[in-house]
């Protein structure tokens, strides 16, 4: 019964991926495109946590932890860029 | 591990599932950018949460330690979802809107908006 929820997880994560590729491709505007990039960023850590569940190792936690940083950190610098066309001052 | 500890993780699970997928539907369906800002940061950081519940318990039942890699994870996450959703509503009101439709803000200084984008043009001359 967990696999089964496991593998449902993973898919509709998966799946949300996929959407917030195609609002990369297609956004409008360079904010719905960050938007969509940082949304992947936070699918792709649940995906992470999943798949540690699923295998049972810890390993996979730090992954998930330095992602978010990373993700995080890269999101407030694109944003920076479009509000003043620069980022470190 | 029981038949109760596997219903209730699988039931996190299924629920975080579902709250990731509709997060992501929202990022295609609602209509303009600033809608489009509510899916990603409320329902998407909520089902990273609901994982991330499932995962500590997962860990406590097989395992029966209880761990704090995942609080960790998700206080980080739910701590830097607004921040970025501020970020990203600044950039579009600076890009999109003008300053003569923006409210006033009742304190006789300007939007912080407007003000960057003073600074960013003195800065763009002396380039």
Known sequence: MMV??????????????????WRVVQGPDVGDRVLAVDTMVINAIALLVLYGVLNGTAV??????????????????????????NIIE | MEIWQEAIVAFFL??????GLVGSIGLIKLPDPMTRLHGPTKATTLGVGGVL??????????????????????????????ITANFIAKAHIHRHVAP???????????WA???DAKIAKAGDKTA
């Open chain 2, 113 to 115: 908006v407007q003000s």
């Open chain 1, 60 to 85: 996979y936690f730090e992954v998930s932890l330095i992602v978010a940083m990373v993700g995080f950190i890269s999101t407030v610098a694109f944003a920076r860029f479009m509000l003043r066309s």
């Open chain 2, 100 to 110: 003569d439709d923006l409210p006033p803000t009742g304190t006789g200084a300007p």
């Open chain 2, 14 to 19: 299924v629920v975080a599932g579902l709250f």
């Open chain 2, 53 to 82: 519940i499932a995962s500590v318990l997962a860990t406590l039942f097989s395992e029966g330690r209880l761990s704090f890699h995942e609080l960790l994870i998700s206080l980080f996450l739910f701590l830097t979802a607004p």
């Open chain 1, 4 to 21: 089964a929820a496991l593998y449902l997880a993973i898919g509709s994560f998966a799946l949300g991926l996929l959407m917030n590729l």
